[in-house]
């Protein structure tokens, strides 16, 4: 099993930038593919970006791309998520969600291990 942590959550004002970290601890981190997943009030959750086990692939929704930047540092158990360009509609509680597999899930119901999600919030 793996737990999860989020970190980095906050107030900004659009246009704004914030990075989020989530650090992994219990199995081999280099094991899971790693993802970020985001719920808005009232609304699913629903993918954000994705990346692989090594780090060579990684994947984007639409609404996010060249905005957001994922990246993994498998020596220090721990993903980020560069937000840039910020914008009011991408408040949402955010979420780290990690699964051992060689492929790069990105649907919700393909993670198994889940952290508490940190808020961002973007001001207009």
């Known amino acids: 099993q793996v737990q999860l942590v989020e970190s980095g959550g906050g107030l900004v004002q659009a246009g704004g930038s914030l990075r989020l970290s989530c650090a992994a601890s219990?199995?081999?981190?280099?094991?899971?593919?790693m993802g970020w997943f985001r719920q808005a009030p009232g609304k699913e959750r629903e993918f954000v970006t994705a990346?692989?086990?090594?780090?060579?692939?990684?994947y984007y929704a639409d609404s996010v791309k060249g905005r957001f930047t994922i990246s993994r540092d498998n020596a220090k158990n721990t993903i980020h998520l560069q937000m840039n360009s910020l914008k009011p509609e991408d408040t949402a509680l955010y979420y780290c969600?990690?699964?051992?597999?060689?492929?790069?899930?990105?649907?919700?119901?393909?993670?198994?291990?889940w952290g508490q999600g940190t808020q961002v919030t973007v001001s207009s």
């Open positions: 969600a990690a699964e051992d597999s060689d492929y790069v899930p990105v649907f919700v119901y393909q993670y198994n291990y």
């Open positions: 990346i692989s086990r090594s780090g060579d692939n990684t």
């Open positions: 219990g199995r081999t981190f280099s094991n899971y593919a």
